[in-house]
């Protein structure tokens, strides 16, 4: 039907397009990515200064906070919906590209952070330059369901934020979607906790952490699903959106504020009475 | 190929709150046409074109581009088609040249060279970021950026919206050369400017309240309309007095102007041998024709609408 392109170049293939959009969210948000990246490298890996698990939990949970709604929100954020959806590639492929570098970084930061922490990693690399005495090998973290949850925590809490922000239609939402997303995940981890203590006697991470990666897997198939089936927004019109939604997310946002309260009085009173009564018991023979 | 290359059938469109914006439409754009879309504001033009490109999704009836609905086409077909919307915004941190490279990544046809001459043309520098330059300027990059793609089809919402006369030409001239490098390009474009239409389109369609009021190629359209006039020798016009194919009409006095719609035979034949009254046919522009198409008056029944009704 056209003539052929006066330049002729290798023909576009759906990876190498899907490639081309995962390196355009990277310029997007490489300064981002790479500001965090650097907080984490030199608080954990150059000054040593937190060698805790917790410390890339925090960082992964600042990605999300920070970062991860403007990321899957970009087009409604930017008023580009309309730009976005009609590309080539569609819906999927953006969603699978914008979310894959959010994805990567809480991997590697709270993985290689894990491994870093529990072999103390960083001191080691650090004493092949120089030993100065300040390189005294941290003893590493007991609590050994510290370094799972370093990364299944913020990966639930960035799929929840990311789908959510993906699926809204209103600058707000995409700006507080960390906000529904950390509640559900106390959530869970309250539910998962007091689960444990039952079947257990011990919060050991075993129901918990497949429970958060079952979560975040499944919101996340969710969400690419509903985005394949979301309208774009007109550009000039998606600031204000619907109130309907805004009031959907705070009533969401306490009652899950409630459960997780619930479940942390519950398992309170069960972690404090469960030892008195076994000594009652134990007197009473 | 199909012979039509852009086909919506039964279309409709209720936005929540129960807004109808789109209601039981019909079209079919033929390969090659440069069709243009014209209504009232509120017509459904821009619903229309973005259930057509997959942004939204029509409550009833089919949209078709390329003979595939776009909301589920392949990357193949959907980079045959370009699209300019009413309000576009492109992502504001990046400048005209690095989206022409990240678009060329997507699009197997894309024309740098094309992009660069038509950015000169309206004289948009490509290193600029796009959140310095002006709405009609980011505009002008859309433009340049729909037709770097090298598209079959090519649609375009109100294109000369916010584009000074000088650019509204050099896009005009755009379309013609568009048109003319490839065998059987199609442009789509709604607008408010007639003369735009008159200069470039050889199809139209006429939208009001969410349906086709009218269709067909610009000759076809205003040959098929008369503004007639009749005026009666008794001082006034007689009471249920009507013109065959008449659409509307209005009486003062003497005087019975009337719009009518030619088909076939004369409808005026048997009137012109009628003693006591003169006619006087006009032939009509498209603008006329536009006016007396859609200027309601307030009593008109919606839910009836006159043009609905068979001439």
């Known amino acids: 039907m056209n003539p052929p392109s006066p330049n002729p170049r290798p023909p576009v293939t759906d990876a190498s397009a899907w490639l081309a959009l995962l390196e355009n969210e990277w310029r997007r948000h490489r300064h981002a990515l790479t500001g965090l990246l650097l907080f984490w490298i030199i608080g954990f890996w150059i000054l040593l200064l937190l060698p805790h698990p917790a410390f890339h939990m925090v960082v992964g949970l600042l990605y999300c906070v920070l970062f991860a709604g403007p990321q899957a929100g970009a087009d409604v954020m930017d008023g580009t919906e309309e730009f976005s959806f009609s590309l080539p590639t569609g819906r999927g492929p953006l969603f699978l590209a914008r979310m894959t570098p959010g994805l990567a970084f809480i991997l590697i930061v709270g993985g290689l952070g894990g491994l870093g922490s529990a072999f103390d990693l960083p001191q080691k690399l650090w004493s092949l330059v120089f030993d100065s005495g300040l390189t005294e090998p941290f003893a590493p973290v007991r609590d050994r369901f510290w370094y799972p949850l370093a990364v299944c925590i913020p990966l639930a809490v960035y799929a929840i934020t990311f789908s959510l922000a993906a699926l809204t239609r209103t600058r707000g939402s995409v700006g507080l979607a960390w906000l529904p997303a950390a509640l559900a995940t106390g959530a869970i981890i309250g539910i998962a906790t007091i689960m444990e203590n039952l079947l257990w006697r011990n919060a050991n991470t075993l129901l918990l952490c497949p429970l958060l990666i079952a979560t975040a897997t499944v919101v996340l198939v969710i969400g690419h699903q509903l985005y394949l089936r979301k309208e774009a927004t007109k550009a000039g019109g998606q600031a204000a959106g619907s109130s309907i939604w805004g009031w959907s997310m705070v009533v969401i946002a306490i009652l899950i504020f409630v459960v997780v309260l619930s479940g942390f009085f519950f398992r309170a009173r069960f972690v404090k009475e469960a030892p008195a009564i076994r000594t009652q018991q134990i007197h009473g023979n | ?311």
Request: proline fraction near 7%.
């Open chain 2, 1 to 311: 190929m199909n012979d039509h290359v852009i086909e919506a059938s039964d279309l409709a469109k209720t936005f929540p709150g129960g807004r109808v914006a789109v209601h039981g439409l019909d079209l079919t754009v033929p390969t090659g046409a440069v069709y243009g879309l014209i209504g009232r504001n509120g017509a459904g033009k821009t619903t229309t074109l973005r259930m057509l490109l997959g942004l939204l999704r029509p409550n009833r009836g089919t949209a078709r581009i390329l003979g595939q609905d776009l909301w589920h086409a392949p990357r193949a077909v959907r980079q045959r088609v370009a699209y300019v919307s009413q309000e576009q915004q492109l992502p504001s941190h990046q400048c005209a040249a690095q989206l022409c490279l990240h678009l060329a990544k997507l699009h197997d046809r894309w024309d740098h060279r094309l992009a660069g001459k038509i950015l000169a043309r309206f004289g948009i520098p490509p290193e600029a970021p796009l959140w310095a330059l002006s709405g009609g300027d980011q505009r002008k990059v859309a433009v340049a950026l729909a037709f770097a793609s090298r598209p079959d089809v090519l649609v375009l919402d109100e294109p000369a919206a916010g584009l000074d006369p000088i650019a509204r030409r050099q896009l005009i001239e755009e379309m013609v050369e568009f048109l003319a490098d490839g065998d059987g390009r199609t442009v789509l474009f709604s607008t408010h400017i007639i003369a735009d239409l008159e200069r470039v389109a050889d199809q139209i369609g006429i939208m009001d309240r969410g349906r086709m009021v009218a269709g067909g190629s610009l000759e076809g359209l205003q040959s098929d309309m008369r503004r007639v006039q009749i005026i009666f020798d008794g001082g006034s016009v007689p009471a249920g007095f009507t013109v065959p194919g008449m659409v509307r009409s209005r009486a003062e006095g003497p005087v019975l102007t009337a719009l009518v719609r030619l088909s076939g035979e004369d409808p005026l034949a048997a009137l012109r041998n009628q003693p006591g009254l003169r006619i006087n046919e006009f032939p009509l522009g498209l603008e006329d024709l536009f006016i007396e198409l859609l200027d309601r008056q307030p009593a008109d029944d919606p839910a009836n609408p006159w043009w609905i009704s068979p001439a």
